[in-house]
């Protein structure tokens, strides 16, 4: 057991609180600027000195935000397009990971070296030729453009981490499916999927952070205010307004809301799928 | 079974995995590898996608990017992001990990900073991006706080002077980026054998020495395969930069993301920007092979 009682001992203790709170310092003031900036009129955020905590409490900002509905109209999108992503990439990815995990098929390895690298491609690279695409097949701002495009950056990533996590189940269960006679479709369904969840939400966290923070494809891919999701509606803001940073900061709390609510709940899955990359 | 029946059965086993992995290889086939094909294509074409029937240019697209002192300016400013950002998320993560692993600290406040030091993770780049430039205001909360310690004489312009823009940018993603390194390597610590550190006690093992000898030592394949994968993002990164300063004041902070975009829509020069993309492509396959086969490795 280690001793506690002798003076460096102590004052090691002391010296690493007091670095634990400049950590904090350094991590949450941010997020507390932003959050206490939300609720101050425009002139006091750049008051002299500052104000800690907000000195004439308002909600102003956020009823400009909430009143207004081209804003409402960008968290729809935002919504929308992260949800229908998230359905369709948790199924595309179930079906490819269940193709992995249970069965050998020739070409297996490379297919999966194929998905981890498709991982790296630098989004701009992509951006040029998917530009000509929609352009040209006339679907350029809409949400079809938006929904294909992000379907490719999630689907490689989900993939894994489904594949991942199948492997962790026991093989018997859907053999005993086979052995009576039943067919792998059969079995994925009735007994893969219900065993599942714990996966498949994970898979869907990852992947509905991914689009909802998603922002180059949304900025070329889009044009009308209609159809701009939530982080282009905030460079929107900066750019319209002659700096309403109090309104910017709501925007950007009401827009980190989800991600907050994802992490608070699901803490576990949370960190699942934001470092099933790097720690496979 | 007949063994009409079980061949059948076989057949079936044997069709099935590819059934299963239709979908996504038609999805990646068709808009990833195909359109990685169309930008190299695109980088060797005149007026590529704004015209119909472009002529082949040859290299000339890739001639006039080499050519440009601002690509080689972005590349710079691309490599000096990307290296300090992973050099300092390693640095701040991994002391952010070995605090919270210490035994000195009791379990409840362990928990809540835990979650605490996570947060910069669950913001958006654009949220990150709008965050720091509150911050670094010339009228902002930085500025009077470091005004106030005089550490500064006057007003910094932040992320409008050609030499301060940078920095800035570098420091907002670092401060972004950190919580990855701490996650994984407060994992990998926890996955450390306990014995290893009674042993060095009782052979009278300082702690530096613990540290040098045995915790970083253990956490090398995290650091390594982070690092690399912390790279290929970073130099990817294109929000942050383009809402902070847009690469400017005077191409101080334009690196290849911004570049590339720029050429590509704002002087609709598509054919060059492909070109540009293509480098960028290259860049990072190369990184790509080096981390699959390090995973590979081990």
């Known amino acids: ?280 | 079974m007949t063994r009409q029946k079980r061949s059948h059965h076989k057949l079936k086993r044997a069709v099935a995995p590819y059934l299963y992995l239709s979908p996504s290889l038609l999805i990646i086939g068709l808009l990833m590898l195909l359109p990685m094909v169309t930008v190299i294509a695109y980088s060797f074409q005149n007026s590529a996608v704004l015209r119909r029937d472009p002529s082949f240019a040859g290299l000339k697209h890739y001639q006039a990017i080499f050519d440009d002192p601002v690509f080689w300016a972005s590349l710079w400013h691309t490599l000096y992001f990307t290296c300090m950002s992973v050099i300092f998320h390693m640095t701040i993560g991994m002391a952010f990990a070995l605090m919270l692993n210490s035994d000195r600290i009791n379990p409840t406040l362990r928990n809540i900073l835990r979650v605490l030091y996570i947060l910069p993770w669950l913001f958006t780049a654009v949220i990150i991006a709008v965050i720091w430039r509150l911050l670094l205001e010339p009228n902002g909360v930085v500025n009077s706080i470091l005004l106030q310690l005089g550490i500064i004489g006057s007003k910094v312009e932040w992320f409008s002077s050609p030499e301060t823009a940078l920095h800035a940018v570098t420091f907002a993603n670092i401060w972004a980026g950190y919580p990855l390194f701490m996650v994984s390597l407060l994992a990998g610590l926890q996955g450390i054998p306990k014995d290893f550190y009674e042993a060095a006690d009782i052979d009278g093992a300082k702690a530096y020495q613990k540290l040098i000898f045995i915790t970083i030592p253990q956490l090398m394949p995290i650091i390594i395969s982070i690092s690399l994968l912390d790279f290929i993002w970073t130099m990817q990164v294109f929000p942050l930069i383009w809402i902070t300063t847009g690469g400017g004041p005077i191409y101080s902070t334009e690196v290849l993301s911004t570049y590339t975009y720029k050429l590509a829509f704002s002087s609709y020069n598509l054919s060059q920007a492909s070109a540009s993309a293509v480098v960028i492509l290259l860049i990072s396959l190369g990184l790509t092979l080096f981390y699959i086969r390090y995973q590979k490795a081990r």
């Open chain 1, 1 to 280: 057991m280690r001793k506690r009682h002798t003076p460096k001992d102590r004052l090691i203790t002391v010296a690493l609180h007091v670095a634990l709170a400049a950590g904090l310092f350094f991590a949450a003031f941010p997020i507390y600027w932003m959050l206490s900036s939300s609720f101050k009129s425009n002139t006091e955020i750049f008051a002299l000195p500052p104000t800690i905590l907000p000195k004439a409490f308002t909600l102003e900002a956020y009823a400009a935000i909430l009143g207004d509905p081209v804003k409402l109209r960008f968290f729809f999108n935002s919504y929308f397009v992260a949800g229908a992503v998230t359905v369709l990439t948790v199924l595309i990815a179930l079906l490819a990971a269940y193709g992995f995990s249970r069965f050998n098929f020739r070409g297996k390895g490379s297919l999966n070296t194929l998905i981890i690298s498709t991982q790296t491609i630098p989004p701009i690279t992509l951006l040029i030729p998917f530009f000509g695409l929609v352009v040209s097949y006339g679907i350029f701002d809409t949400y079809v453009a938006l929904i294909l495009t992000y379907l490719v950056f999630t689907l490689p990533y989900a993939i894994l981490l489904m594949t991942g996590y199948l492997n962790t189940l026991p093989r018997d269960l859907d053999e005993a499916v086979a052995v009576d006679g039943g067919s792998s479709w059969t079995a994925l369904w009735r007994v893969i999927v219900p065993i599942s969840l714990p996966g498949i939400v994970a898979t869907s966290v990852y992947t509905f952070l991914l689009c909802w923070n998603e922002f180059l494809f949304a900025l070329t891919l889009t044009k009308s205010t209609s159809m701009r999701t939530v982080p282009i509606g905030i460079q929107l803001l900066m750019g319209q307004h002659a700096f309403e940073w109090n309104q910017m900061m709501a925007m950007s709390v009401l827009g980190s809301l989800p991600l907050l609510l994802i992490y608070l709940v699901a803490q576990r899955y949370f960190l699942a799928g934001m470092t099933a990359g790097s720690v496979k």
